[in-house]
């Protein structure tokens, strides 16, 4: 029998290195950057199996006969359970309980560094990789050979199809790509034959991805390899056969999630509306980003992802300047050219009648000139006049921002950087400013559920800390400390606890107050006792 709960697989490779013995060894799996898997991690749940994963594929020393040709191989390093997620998008405690498997997987594999696999009916393959990793019940090889995919490979007397190598190639890419960019992977691994015979290779490879392909996530027409983002852009990628149906997703939702004021929430709601872009600004710790997409959601009405863009800005500045090796080039309307904005805007021209959310995270992190350029000088749409709206097709030299989109900046109030962004985020934006919960109706009822005479004294503690916070003039109340320190207890121990001080409110006390020894041991004198 399969197991109800979830099953994460996860990669052991991070940057070239194998990181198993160091996640066994300290029970955990993190991740050491942040990106577009942090909402995933945050799902999973304590209880979810877990199998460390490292990925490759392999034409030599395969223990069965594949004429030679490559086989995308997983090696299964070890399997646990989810004892703790610390929800933060990048680490979880795992209890590990076989650790040295080394046992290789065929065929059906996925590169990304983060894969949910549940028990599907409709899809025998999800449950033959469940009990291979989890049940030690080994792996059908024939029964793969002879799926239609890789049995079409196997039967290609050598000459390697279009498809096949597009597919390989979009899994090396990350399961999406630009279209020049799985060209050039394709020039690159030069395995096909028509580069060497046909000039025109780049167009075979375009009208192939036509042909296997449908418009979009959302919907899939019989057995499609691939999906294109948008109906004019050119970012393809692999096709999900077994797509899930969207959820239903409301504002009581969103209250069951967060917590959050209701006048709060309508102040947000309303301002968006009628100014289309605004900023969400907070100290470290009262959510913004976990509410931001919620928040979405819940105007949505459904957890539809395809109207839903998230950007963390330094992050996705950091890894383009890497990937384009070359740290000197102009980035002048950063955002617009080389970034998601202008083909989301596209998506939401071909889609009027649904609304669409661009979410910044991390709005004052980095240079907005450098990044957006004359690009923010749009955001304050209600007096902007654009010649170019009554067009279908965006483009840099044509752009404009759609009605249909609204914008929503987070800013972090503790960033000391943000004093002169803030002067000309200002001019652009208008802001909303969320307000640690801890007096908050949910919040309140939520600790008192856990019926824990600690974690009360802490919280208290925590809101006597911040008045000082707020009264001192070097710092104020953006600098306050936030609710989500306390979030997602599950049965709370001493060491909940002092993981909640010790590594989420100390750092922030040692970073205001450097200068200040007596009244920083002070505070944390004060914290420690509350929970010894």
């Not at 992977?185 to 780049?202: A, F, S, Y």
Request: charged letters at 30%; proline letters at 2%; glycine letters at 6%.
């Amino acid at each position: 029998m399969l197991s109800n709960e979830s099953n994460w697989f996860l990669s052991a490779n991070f940057e070239g290195e194998d990181l198993t013995s160091r996640f066994i060894k300290k029970g955990i799996w993190e991740k050491n950057t942040s990106d577009k898997y942090d909402d995933m991690v945050n799902t999973i749940q304590v209880g979810d199996r877990v199998a460390l994963k490292v990925t490759h594929n392999q034409k030599e020393n395969i223990p069965f006969d594949y004429k030679g040709k490559i086989v995308s191989v997983m090696e299964i390093k070890a399997t646990g359970v989810v004892i703790k997620n610390y929800n933060n998008g990048k680490k979880i405690s795992v209890k590990w309980s076989k650790t040295d498997l080394n046992k290789n997987w065929y065929f059906f594999t996925y590169m990304r560094s983060i894969w949910k696999v549940e028990q599907n009916s409709k899809n025998w393959m999800c449950d033959a990789l469940l009990d291979f990793t989890f049940n030690d019940k080994p792996q059908d090889i024939n029964r793969f050979k002879n799926e239609p995919y890789w049995k079409s490979r196997l039967n290609s007397k050598g000459k390697i199809l279009c498809e096949n190598e597009i597919f390989e190639v979009l899994n090396i890419l990350g399961g999406e790509a630009q279209l020049s960019s799985i060209q050039d992977e394709i020039q690159k691994r030069n395995r096909l034959e028509m580069i060497r015979v046909n000039p025109d290779w780049r167009a075979v490879v375009r009208f192939t991805l036509q042909r296997f392909s449908s418009d979009s996530k959302s919907f899939a027409h019989g057995e499609d390899l691939f999906y294109r983002k948008s109906f004019s852009s050119d970012i393809w990628g692999l096709r999900d056969l077994d797509m899930e149906k969207i959820e239903l997703y409301s504002k009581e939702h969103f209250f069951s999630e967060v917590y959050m004021k209701t006048s709060k929430y309508d102040e947000i709601v309303k301002l968006l509306k009628e100014k289309r872009s605004i900023i969400i600004k907070g100290a470290p710790g009262v959510g913004k980003s976990y509410i931001a997409d919620r928040l979405v959601f819940s105007l949505l009405g459904e957890k539809n992802k395809n109207r839903v863009e998230i950007v963390k800005l330094n992050e996705y500045f950091s890894e383009q300047n890497r990937l384009n090796g070359n740290a000197e080039k102009n980035y002048n309307d950063f955002l617009l050219t080389e970034g998601c904005f202008l083909a989301f805007s596209q998506k939401a021209v071909e889609d009027t009648g649904n609304d669409y959310y661009f979410i910044i995270d991390g709005i004052n992190r980095e240079n907005l000139n450098t990044i957006m350029g004359d690009l923010i000088l749009l955001f304050k749409r209600e007096t902007h006049n654009n010649q170019f709206k009554r067009q279908k097709k965006i483009s840099v030299e044509n752009f404009y921002i759609p009605e249909n989109i609204y914008i929503l900046g987070m800013m972090d109030t503790a960033d000391k950087s943000m004093l002169l962004l803030d002067q000309t985020l200002q001019r652009h934006f208008n802001f909303v400013e969320l307000e640690p919960a801890f007096n908050c109706e949910g919040f309140v009822r939520y600790i008192d559920s856990k019926k824990n005479v600690k974690l009360n004294q802490l919280v208290q503690q925590v809101q006597k800390l911040n008045l000082e916070i707020e009264k001192d003039q070097s710092l104020g109340n953006g600098f306050r400390i936030g609710h989500n320190h306390f979030c997602n207890i599950n049965n709370v121990s001493e060491g909940d606890l002092l993981m909640i001080t010790t590594f989420g409110i100390f750092p922030k006390l040692e970073e205001y107050w450097s200068n200040e020894e007596t009244r920083l041991q002070d505070w944390k004198r004060n914290l420690y006792e509350t929970i010894k």
